[in-house]
C-alpha cells in the first residue's frame, strides 16, 4: 500500500510512502523516476525505521509532477495515489499549487491568467534581469 503527504505551498514537501518493509522484505532496490528530476534519473526510497515503509521527501516547485515507482527494475503506479493517463501509460503525479493566501499574488494571478494576460513593468523587469541571470550560468 502506498501514500503520500504533502502541505500545499509555493515550495512543497513531497513525502511518498511505498510498500510495507514487512511485506516487501525481498526488494533490492525501491525507487521512484519523475517527479522534478525527470524520467532518465531515479531517486531511491529510504526504508522509516519507524513506520516500516520506503520513503522519499522532496521540496517541489509550483507545478505538475508525474512519477512511477520502480521496484527491482520493474516500473508501476500506486492505484493508492493520483493518476492520470500518458498515451499509453498509467503514471502517478502530484499536483503543488501555489500559496493561495497573500491577495497580492491572487490579484496578479487572476489578472495574468485572463485574456488580456497584462504584465506590469515591475514582472516585466523581474523576468527580464532572471532571464539574463540565467544566460550568465
Not at 78 to 92: E, F, K, R, V, Y
Not at 100 to 107: C, D, L, T, V
Request: charged content about 25%; hydrophobic content about 40%; proline content about 3%.
Amino acid at each position: 500500500m502506498c501514500s503520500f503527504t504533502q502541505r500545499v505551498a509555493c515550495q512543497t514537501l513531497f513525502k511518498l510512502q511505498a510498500v510495507a518493509y514487512s511485506a516487501a522484505k525481498h526488494l533490492l532496490l525501491s525507487q521512484v523516476a519523475g517527479l522534478d528530476v525527470g524520467w532518465g534519473q531515479r531517486l531511491d526510497l529510504q526504508l522509516n525505521a519507524k513506520s516500516q515503509r520506503f520513503e522519499l521527501e522532496r521540496e517541489l516547485p509550483v507545478g505538475k509532477f508525474p512519477y512511477k515507482f520502480i521496484f527491482d527494475d520493474v516500473w508501476t503506479y500506486s492505484a493508492d495515489h493520483p493518476t492520470l493517463l500518458d498515451g499509453d501509460s498509467i503514471n502517478n503525479y502530484v499536483e503543488v499549487m501555489g500559496n493561495m493566501s497573500n491577495p497580492k499574488i491572487n490579484a496578479a494571478r487572476a489578472r495574468l491568467l485572463s485574456e488580456e494576460g497584462l504584465m506590469e513593468q515591475e514582472e516585466r523587469e523581474t523576468i527580464i534581469n532572471w532571464l539574463e541571470t540565467c544566460d550568465s550560468v
